[in-house]
């Protein structure tokens, strides 16, 4: 049976007054201690030290006792800008980096369009100069840097330490990424996440459900675009799986005789990333909207079958009601009903009507990964 030092207890009591904080901005001692089991001095000690470390402030306001008798009492704020984090997104050739703060929300924003890949070693300059910008931003807002987040479109395998990116259409390769971070953590002088691009965005997309503590216990996002990937969440927490490699869905197959290479493309990714169809339907992706609604229907048709193919096998065997779709395919085909092609598609596999709906958010994996960095770096932050 593990026992619990003195220190546990404190550290745990303080991430439970944090949590409180989080839901009820304003409140006294006396209300804090009446959501808790702790004593009114140990409440006290916990609301003190994070006056300290300007987690919160007086806010001039102050409320009668119970009843209206008794002295009144002093009501603290919660400084939800105190504390950020950096979250960065690095998809395709594109970098979007966001400020977040306690409460999950983005307070700044920059954007980037660049070739530069993320194992290249110039991608360190983009990345630092990336970071100066925000630090300044954050520095504008009187707020804290606690860490830095960062989301890719690549699969990580945490066991290797190597993270498996595109090279081109139909070949990847893999890349060593330690070296990256530390030599990242160098330059920028705070510790960074990296997170698969869609697991980031799960993270953004369950915390925005779970908002209010109301969120689904579980939860898949299944993203397509460049690639196809999933997120998955259950009971509340991330799934990575042995590798960290849960959600590579570009590996789902449903050809018997298909023989995979080390530098190719898995399967499902082959017959569904934005490349492919393209060519396959003879398309131009900035002519998506002026398609005929007969080109579209194939297309839409094609992609749809298949997404509901990976979302059969995904809840048949997790039993997960909640799916999300999303990226940049779902989003240029959004006017083509494909959310109903899928759902159509999956009853007529399995007879059930899971709820399937579409996230068209382009930021959710920079705030994923922010949020990452946030829960890792505050929980530093409040045991002191």
């Known amino acids: 049976m593990k026992s619990f030092l003195p220190n546990d207890i404190k550290d745990e009591n303080r991430k439970i007054v944090f949590e409180i904080l989080l839901q009820n901005p304003e409140l006294a001692k006396v209300e804090i201690t009446e959501k808790t089991t702790m004593s009114f001095v140990t409440v006290s000690k916990i609301v003190s030290f994070?006056?300290?470390?300007?987690?919160?402030s007086v806010s001039g306001e102050s409320r009668d006792g119970s009843g209206g008798l008794g002295r009144k009492r002093s009501v603290y704020r919660f400084n939800e800008n105190?504390?950020?984090?950096?979250?960065?997104?690095?998809?395709?050739?594109k970098i979007l980096a966001v400020l977040v703060n306690l409460h999950s929300e983005v307070i700044s924003t920059y954007t980037l369009d660049t070739n530069v890949p993320f194992h290249s070693e110039a991608f360190f300059e983009v990345f630092v100069d990336i970071i100066n910008k925000m630090k300044a931003e954050a520095e504008a807002k009187n707020a804290t840097i606690v860490g830095v987040g960062v989301g890719v479109d690549g699969a990580i395998n945490n066991r290797k330490k190597t993270i498996r990116m595109k090279i081109d259409e139909s070949k990847e390769e893999d890349y060593p990424y330690e070296d990256i971070i530390q030599g990242l953590e160098e330059q920028i002088g705070l510790p960074i996440i990296l997170e698969n691009d869609v697991n980031a965005s799960t993270i953004a997309e369950f915390?925005?459900?779970?908002?209010?503590?109301?969120?689904?216990?579980?939860?898949?996002?299944?993203?397509?675009?460049?690639?196809?990937?999933?997120g998955i969440m259950i009971d509340k927490k991330l799934h990575r799986g042995y590798n960290a490699s849960a959600g590579e869905l570009e590996y789902?197959?449903?050809?018997?005789?298909?023989?995979?290479?080390?530098?190719?493309v898995g399967w499902l990714e082959s017959r569904l990333n934005i490349d492919y169809l393209s060519k396959h339907f003879g398309?131009?992706?900035?002519?998506?909207?002026e398609m005929s609604p007969a080109d579209?229907?194939?297309?839409?048709?094609?992609?749809s079958k298949h997404i509901a193919l990976a979302i059969t096998n995904i809840i048949s065997?997790?039993?997960?009601?909640?799916?999300?779709?999303?990226?940049?395919?779902?989003?240029?085909?959004?006017?083509?009903?494909?959310?109903?092609?899928?759902?159509g598609y999956v009853n007529r596999l399995t007879g059930w009507d899971p709820n399937i709906s579409a996230s068209f958010s382009k930021q959710s994996t920079a705030v994923g990964a922010a949020i990452l960095s946030l829960q890792r770096e505050m929980s530093k932050v409040i045991s002191g």
Do not use: W
Request: aromatic share 8%.
């Open 50 to 56: 994070f006056e300290q470390i300007k987690l919160l």
């Open 82 to 93: 105190s504390y950020v984090t950096i979250g960065v997104q690095h998809i395709g050739k």
């Open 207 to 230: 915390a925005n459900m779970d908002r209010f503590g109301n969120g689904p216990s579980d939860l898949v996002q299944i993203a397509l675009g460049d690639g196809i990937g999933a």
């Open 252 to 264: 789902m197959c449903f050809d018997p005789e298909h023989i995979n290479t080390p530098l190719s």
């Open 283 to 289: 398309f131009e992706v900035a002519d998506i909207p």
């Open 296 to 303: 579209a229907e194939k297309c839409v048709d094609y992609i």
């Open 317 to 343: 065997l997790l039993d997960i009601n909640q799916i999300i779709v999303s990226g940049k395919t779902i989003i240029l085909f959004s006017n083509h009903k494909i959310v109903e092609k899928i759902k």
